[in-house]
């Protein structure tokens, strides 16, 4: 019988071994070598265990920096590294698992577990691993459509497995905004719900569409109160992952302008942007720092990615409220305006204990001062970032956009083609960054926008495989990458997946083949 995912998520560990997949790995035994991500050092010895059993077998941990440091013989790891490190070593007699901190005991559990579902058989085997990067992101998008909490745990559940430790949750866009904020009940009373499902259908001329009032018969949407937020954020901490909420500014608040109006720059003429908060007035600001303070109140997460992406500026060049704050400011340039922003919401989150993320267009106009630079459009503003002394994501469009189709015919997807091999091919360090600058590079993450993807079904086909390579990306050595190898793993690790409840990307794979819910 397939297992379903509530089994999978209530089972955790202790009952690993229920999760055989159905369709054996050919190999007689499963070993370290199969892994995802792969591990940094490992050995096979005499002997095996079978799946079944292990979950039997006494374990025996230790958390101890010194112990860990003895293991490693003298491989320096960074702080953080350290933390995530383990030494796992599975016998016929017991587990032995050896970290420094609960974080590398939960990483030795996860190669353990992904082992024991992997095949009947695993192999007495020697691991010592540790992450490469320290950002290991996926991003989903629940605003052009909600995909809701189950469906959030159950991929948290998944990028544990994988060792993947941030999840960005992108909560609000133009086509609806999806977190509760007691200061501004209309932001989920009406743009939280529209009266057309299907994003495409809904807009119109790419400027928005209508919302409806929560309760309207037939609406389509929601929201996540802030119950269901602490939900999700217990559940991510007891697996690792930090979530990293992000608020859009000053672009892509449609939605927000609906709700309230007066947040857009005030035109006679009404002005060619839909999608702006005007950053002239500062009743802009008591907005968004009465919204931050909430956000930062929910989300005890270091960093909160502001957006920053795509934001029209014609408007701003006839508002006379974003002309007269020009003037204040002594900004000549409209780009400045949102660099202006920018820069006062990040002193806002400094004065809370928080730091900024935005996608690379926080670049022009001038950086705040400890902007990271989530790099997008290719990898141009990673670099020019990293250059200004400035931390990077790299979540360039080319290899980490997941909404893109992953072959020629695939069912409903940005046309644009990132098969998993692309995915998999990227190499963070490979354009020239200096030794003396690596630490800027925090890391990677695979991006899902869901303009296409309405049901649960379809944005797990558009997730995996393809998350199963970005966690390889962001754990493993450069010097491990080995295509064909990984093409095999991922080919067993999909196939258990499967059989967990997850959809995997397969070519053919459409409605018809009845997963529509
Ligand atoms: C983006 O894809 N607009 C960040
Ligand atoms: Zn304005």
């Not at 096979?44 to 941990?61: I, Q, T």
């Not at 695993?122 to 189950?150: N, Y």
């Not at 993947?164 to 609806?176: A, E």
Request: charged content about 25%; glycine content about 8%.
């Amino acid at each position: 019988m397939k297992k379903t995912l509530r089994h999978f998520i209530i089972a955790g560990v202790c009952l690993i071994s229920t999760y055989g997949c159905g369709q054996k790995n050919i190999q007689t035994q499963c070993e370290p070598a199969d892994l995802i991500p792969a591990p940094v050092e490992l050995a096979v010895n005499p002997g095996s265990v079978s799946s079944d059993r292990l979950a039997e077998l006494p374990e025996k941990v230790k958390i101890s920096e010194k112990a860990l440091l003895r293991r490693l013989e003298g491989q320096e790891l960074t702080d953080w590294q350290l933390k995530s490190a383990y030494w796992l070593e599975i016998g016929q007699k017991g587990i032995k698992i050896e970290a420094a901190d609960q974080e590398g005991v939960f990483n030795a559990r996860q190669s353990l577990k992904m082992m024991a579902s992997l095949n009947d058989t695993v192999a007495c085997c020697t691991i010592l691993d540790w992450p490469r990067f320290r950002h290991r992101g996926m991003m989903l998008d629940e605003s052009r459509h909600f995909q809701g909490k189950d469906f959030v745990l159950k991929q948290l559940e998944m990028m544990a497995l994988l060792k993947m430790n941030r999840f960005h949750f992108h909560l609000v866009d133009n086509p609806g905004w999806r977190l509760q904020i007691d200061a501004y009940p209309r932001l989920t009373q009406l743009t939280a719900w529209r009266p057309v499902a299907y994003f495409w259908d809904w807009e119109i001329d790419a400027t928005g569409g209508d919302f409806v009032e929560e309760g309207t018969p037939g609406a389509y949407g929601g929201y996540y109160t802030k119950e269901d937020i602490a939900e999700i954020l217990e559940f991510a901490a007891e697996r690792h992952i930090e979530v990293i909420p992000e608020i859009e500014l000053p672009g892509h608040n449609y939605e927000t302008r609906i709700a309230y109006p007066e947040l857009a720059c005030s035109l006679k003429n009404g002005g060619s942007d839909k999608w702006e908060l005007c950053p002239g007035k500062e009743s802009t600001y008591e907005f968004l720092e009465k919204v931050l303070l909430e956000v930062f109140e929910l989300f005890p997460s270091e960093y909160i990615h502001i957006g920053g992406d795509e934001a029209g500026k014609d408007n701003w060049k006839i508002c006379p409220d974003c002309q007269a704050r020009m003037k204040s400011e002594g900004l000549t340039e409209v780009e400045e305006l949102q660099s202006y922003m920018v820069k006062r919401i990040e002193r806002f989150a400094h004065e809370h204990g928080k730091r900024i993320i935005g996608w690379d267009e926080i670049l022009e106009g001038g950086l705040a001062p400890d902007a990271t630079v989530m790099s997008w459009r290719g990898t141009e503003g990673g670099l020019k970032a990293i250059a200004q002394g400035h931390d990077v994501i790299f979540t360039p469009t080319q290899y980490f956009y997941l909404d893109y189709k992953q072959d020629e015919a695939q069912y409903k997807a940005v046309g644009k083609y990132v098969p998993l091999e692309k995915v998999y091919s990227f190499e963070p360090m490979s354009e020239g960054i200096s030794e003396a600058d690596s630490h800027h590079v925090l890391g990677i993450q695979g991006n899902l926008w869901t303009e296409h993807v309405l049901h649960d079904w379809h944005a797990e086909m558009q997730l995996y495989p393809r998350v199963f390579a970005v966690s390889e990306v962001g754990w493993s050595p450069a010097e491990k990458k080995n295509w064909p190898d990984f093409e095999r793993r991922a080919s067993v690790l999909s196939e258990a997946a499967r059989n967990w409840g997850y959809v995997v990307y397969r070519p053919g794979l459409t409605d018809e083949n009845g997963l529509v819910e």
